[in-house]
T-cell receptor
Framework: EAQVTQNPRYLITVTGKKLTVTCSQN?????MSWYRQDPGLGLRQIYY???????DKGDVPEGYKVSRKEKRNFPLILESPSPNQTSLYFC????????????FGQGTRLTVV | EDQVTQSPEALRLQEGESSSLNCSYT??????LFWYRQDPGKGPEFLFT???AGEEKEKERLKATLTKKESFLHITAPKPEDSATYLC????????????FGTGTRLLVSP
């Protein structure tokens, strides 16, 4: 089954404590991205990756890091989380060929206190 | 700047009562317009891609249409299981990497 898997699904942490949200896809997609979803603001892109070792900033990259060492994995790193990073996070992957369909993970609800 | 506006924010329908959701967009050259469905606590699920004005796509009770400035998602004779948030997104010719999303329309279909 084609899927994007995020972990954890729920996370409560304290300000300043480094955390990583993992994302893995099994469709051999080149393109992967991270979004955050906030009420009234919709989905906003944080970072994206066109392929292994190729990453770039989206619209709201401040306070986040990513890496793409393997094609299937695209972890999101918050080195010093702050309360304004409390949000619902989604990882997505997409083929760079003719099929435009983006597959999303189930989401990670992060609360920073 | 590319922008997507969806209306209404929320819509309540009776089962069988057809209606339409609107997605207005401004983009520097449209590569594609996408519709997604999102259920509470889940990730968006792909529905349709539209590429050019006049194009239409259908799936069960849903039909998406596209003009040069907006897209409509028509829901014919909805059922309670159609209740969800419907998201519209655009991709510009200048950027494969980016989908710009609207804030969605929350649809509730009552039996």
């Amino acid at each position: 089954e084609a899927q994007v898997t995020q972990n954890p699904r729920y996370l409560i942490t304290v300000t300043g404590k480094k955390l990583t949200v993992t994302c893995s896809q099994n469709m051999n997609h080149e393109y992967m991205s991270w979004y955050r979803q906030d009420p009234g603001l919709g989905l906003r892109q944080i970072y994206y990756s066109m392929n292994v070792e190729v990453t770039d900033k989206g619209d709201v990259p401040e306070g986040y890091k990513v890496s793409r060492k393997e094609k299937r994995n695209f972890p999101l790193i918050l080195e010093s989380p702050s309360p304004n990073q409390t949000s619902l996070y989604f990882c997505a992957s997409r083929d760079t060929g003719g099929n435009p369909e983006a597959f999303f993970g189930q989401g990670t609800r992060l609360t920073v206190v | 700047e590319d922008q997507v506006t969806q209306s209404p924010e929320a819509l309540r329908l009776q089962e069988g009562e057809s209606s339409s959701l609107n997605c207005s967009y401004t983009v520097s050259g449209l590569r594609g317009l996408f519709w997604y469905r999102q259920d509470p606590g889940k990730g968006p699920e792909f529905l349709f891609t539209l590429y050019s004005a006049g194009e239409e796509k259908e799936k069960e009770r849903l039909k998406a249409t596209l003009t040069k400035k907006e897209s409509f998602l028509h829901i014919t004779a909805p059922k309670p299981e159609d209740s969800a948030t419907y998201l519209c997104a655009v991709q510009a010719n200048t950027g494969f990497q980016k989908l710009v999303f609207g804030t969605g329309t929350r649809l509730l279909v009552s039996p």
